[in-house]
């Protein structure tokens, strides 16, 4: 059982809007604050290391998870690809008295406020534009053709449920950005 002192610290954003780098600052600067591994079925970028970066697992593993209620959110984020949180995930860091960071998408972070709607603070990161955005997503390198399409067509979707989050941050300039949510993770800790 969750109890209600147990807090979580949701970023989200369109991909490429910037959260994990903001994600990245918080974390150095706060050490309550843990990173939340996702599960997902995607797969690996030549960067990234299991346990660090996500739980790579393969579509029958992860549909075992949701069928047995391990998660507390999953979504299919892109075409056949699954990410989720792992309630597991959420415990194991509660269990060391530190407060996860969920870097998850618009709907996985809806599912995860409704769900532990009592000490949840839920950050938007909202690109400048979404021209903007699909400039960041090509510089990054780490999309052909169709995943940027399919990455800028959500995005512009995604924007349109800011609202629903406790605070929105433009993004437009990195350093600003970071200041605005070091002084709002800030006050979540203290409360
Ligand atoms: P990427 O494939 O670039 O690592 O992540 C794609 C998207 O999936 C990002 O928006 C990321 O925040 C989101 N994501 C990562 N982990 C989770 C998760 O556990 N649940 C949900 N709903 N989205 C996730």
Not at 22 to 37: D, E, Q, R
Not at 78 to 100: C, H, M, N, Q
Not at 117 to 137: A, G, M, Q
Request: proline residues 3%; contains cysteine; negative net charge.
């Amino acid at each position: 059982m969750v109890s209600l002192h147990q807090k979580i610290l949701i970023i989200t954003a369109p991909s490429g809007a910037g959260k994990t780098s903001i994600t990245h600052h918080l974390m150095k600067t706060f050490p309550k604050l843990a990173f939340s591994v996702s599960a997902t079925t995607r797969e690996s970028r030549e960067n990234e290391n299991e346990g660090v970066d996500y739980y790579f697992m393969n579509i029958e593993t992860f549909k075992q998870k949701i069928q047995q209620h391990e998660f507390a959110e999953w979504e299919m984020v892109y075409e056949g690809k699954y990410y989720g949180t792992l309630k597991s995930e959420l415990k194991r860091i509660w269990a060391f008295d530190k407060v996860p960071v969920l870097d998850i998408d618009v709907k996985g972070a809806i599912h995860v406020q409704q769900q532990y709607p009592e000490n949840t603070l839920s950050i938007f990161v909202e690109p400048p534009s979404v021209d903007e955005l699909k400039i960041r997503l090509q510089a990054r390198g780490t999309e052909t053709e169709d995943t940027l399409r399919a990455r800028v067509n959500k995005a512009a979707y995604e924007i349109s449920f800011k609202d629903q989050f406790d605070e929105v941050i433009v993004n437009a300039e990195l350093e600003v950005a970071c200041a605005q949510a070091s002084k709002l993770v800030a006050d979540f800790l203290a409360s």
